[in-house]
């Protein structure tokens, strides 16, 4: 079973037990991932920040979610993280040691600036300009 079918066994079987689940069905609940399903739900967010204090077993989340959440399963799109690097990692590289930061600030400033503000910063720095467009490449 996958975290997606235990989101649904919650909402709408209410008579199913936790005893009816398999032995591998049981070992494949994730009890992070099917809070995280959860909390995309404003309604849920005080349930799950309730049941996080504490460490029940799987079997005492499923009853404790099974009976909370409402009779109706509503997909709540799933937040993915943003793609990482979109600046070449030599660029990251020179940015963090001039301005001496890590190279997540230096990818920030890098966010933060336009293309033009970027080129100029790396003249200033004393980058020739054949240097500057291979750097600007991703």
């Avoid at 909390?39 to 404790?64: A, V």
């Amino acid at each position: 079973m996958t975290p997606f079918d235990f989101l649904k066994l919650i909402h709408n079987d209410k008579k199913i037990k936790w005893e009816d689940f398999n032995e591998d069905e049981q070992k494949s609940w994730n009890t992070f991932i099917i809070n995280k399903g959860l909390s995309f739900n404003s309604d849920y967010l005080n349930i799950i920040n309730n049941i996080q204090r504490y460490t029940p077993t799987n079997k005492e989340s499923f009853r404790y979610l099974q009976s909370m959440t409402k009779n109706y399963f509503k997909y709540n799109k799933w937040i993915k993280g943003s793609k990482s690097t979109k600046f070449n990692k030599d660029l990251i590289e020179i940015i963090s040691a001039y301005l001496e930061c890590s190279h997540r600030e230096a990818e920030d400033y890098l966010n933060i600036l336009d293309i033009k503000e970027i080129k100029q910063l790396l003249k200033v720095i004393g980058i020739q300009d054949s240097e500057v467009k291979k750097l600007m490449k991703k």
